[in-house]
């Protein structure tokens, strides 16, 4: 098989990736990354808990479509009626819905806000209030974590469904967004851990289930394994990442081979003037929509206001040098070594059309072996999806997440993370 080289900002934990080539693959032709991929495994659209075994919870969506068309149908008989009425619970109600709820950029900024971390960042977040008053109080608060490139606004097509019943969270990372991005700082997956974890402790004040997707999934894993407090009451993995760059994923044969080049690209972009060469190229609005292109299986999902969110911070000073901070930094603590010693509950999302951490690779297929050794992590694998699930296919995701939020707002919080 053939080695394609793409480059890709979007995900840039996973900067460096080795890809074979296929005959119907799309590649953007830029040098300096190679990203290696993955064929489908497992069954999308289906929840699988401990052994394997279907979960009877799992909402058909043929079920989903009937019980909208008898809501909205004025003409519906009564008992048509009541059966909607009875078979759509608080946790599926938002997931029955065909049409996405989206925030326009514009509202979303409006929401803005600041916390100031450690007495000199400006760290950027938003808060969204439940519409419906729920006297459970049992239901956690969420907090959205974005991968890298990301920010805040991708989490568009999700913070209003979420927010029908949850009060929704969403934060900027310092390096990304509106966030600072403070020349000279030491980017590390610890660091980002230590940041969400006060923003629970300082801001949020209540046990939180962290939603993350990619290098955010990680920061979200490392966080409820150092959380002393209670502060982390459930984790939604979504294509989590195996480190800050792919200086982790060492037993990977097609890492080692390249592993020597790594270091090559690593010292290329500690030179100012061919790290800034490389950034100008990247982050040009064409360059951008290509590289989402190969990161997002629906298409669709890659509108105008996507390339927006992920380009307006690229201008921002400190941009440049998060960007070589974290593609030459250490990679962080691996998923492998820290889920294990978490009890509380998981739901890992992974689309299976993801180029970045496919499925037959190894944090893919460790992701994909944990509903049979540890009986606290759900999995479900989102057929005809890419690397961010919630804006490529965020219908799917709903799907799976309200139902299971729905069933964890039923259980008491104990108040412990780890296996003693």
Known sequence: MGVTVILCPHSL??????????????????????????GRAGEGGVLLRQNNQPNTTTIKSSCITTLRSMKLNSSSSSSSSRTAAKATSAGAAA??????????LGEIKDKYMKWNWKGQYAINYVVS?????????????LLLVHGFGASI??????????????????????????????????????????????FLDEVVQKPTVLIGNSVGSLACVISASESKQGLVRGLVLLNCS???????????????????????????????????????????RESLRNILSSVYANKESVDDELVEIIMEPTNDPGALDAFVSIVTGPPGPNPVQLIPGLSLPILVLWGD???FTPLDGPIGKYFSSLPSQQSNVTLSVLQGVGHCPHDDRPKLVHDRLLPWLAN??????LDNNKVV
Not at 13 to 36: D, I, R
Not at 408 to 413: A, C, F, G, I
């Open 13 to 38: 934990p996973k900067f460096l990736h080795l890809q074979p080539s296929t005959p119907n693959q799309k590649a953007v032709k830029t040098s300096c990354l190679l990203s290696y991929g993955g």
């Open 95 to 104: 997931a029955a819905d065909d049409v996405v709820l989206e925030l326009e």
């Open 129 to 141: 209030h439940p519409e419906n008053a729920n006297p459970n109080p049992n239901t956690p608060p």
């Open 153 to 198: 606004p991708h989490w568009r097509r999700n913070i209003k469904t979420l927010a029908k019943n949850y009060t929704v969270y969403a934060i900027d990372l310092i390096g990304f967004g509106a966030s600072d991005k403070p020349i000279g700082f030491s980017y590390t997956m610890e660091k980002w851990a230590e940041l969400i974890l006060d």
């Open 242 to 284: 195996g480190g800050m760059n792919n200086k982790a994923i060492v037993d990977d044969w097609r890492i080692k081979l390249i592993f020597p080049l790594l270091l090559l690209i690593d010292f290329l972009l500690q030179q100012r003037p061919i790290a800034s060469f490389i950034f100008e190229r990247v982050r040009k």
């Open 353 to 355: 059309e993801d180029p």
């Open 408 to 413: 964890l707002s039923t259980v008491p919080n």
